[in-house]
């Protein structure tokens, strides 16, 4: 059996992509790549790239749009992390999120994997998402 690599995509179901694409774009510095909108159901997807390690990220507009709001104690998606390469990284992103007005919680120590180090905020929809810096050797 082959084994797996890296995750190829990451969907995430928004409430409105017209909201969520220029956020993602801006903040996490992501590309549109291509956009689907799909008359006869509703449907509508964006796909967002990183340009540095191609990544993808596809937000998803569901027609059903009278769901309640995030909430990572239901089943389903807890949060997404974001890998950089350093500490020094992640106070640039600290520093990127407060240009942008964005409330987070500064870097602090993983409770989980010791050593590590983690900002944490949310998306529009209240979706959490972490910058993450591993260990340094």
Known sequence: MSELRSVHHLALTVTDVDR???WYA???ELEEVTRRDDLETGLRKVV???PSEGFSVVLVQHPDTGRPGFDERR???DHVAFKV???EELRKW???LDSYHITYQPAV???TLTGSTVIVFRDPDGIQL???ADPED
Request: glycine share 4%; proline share 4%; charged share 35%.
């Open 20 to 22: 969520s694409v220029p």
């Open 109 to 111: 120590s993983s409770r």
């Open 48 to 50: 967002l790239r990183s």
């Open 85 to 87: 390469s350093s500490r």
């Open 94 to 96: 600290e520093e990127r």
């Open 130 to 132: 972490e910058i993450w």
């Open 75 to 77: 089943t389903g998606l």
């Open 26 to 28: 801006r903040v996490l």
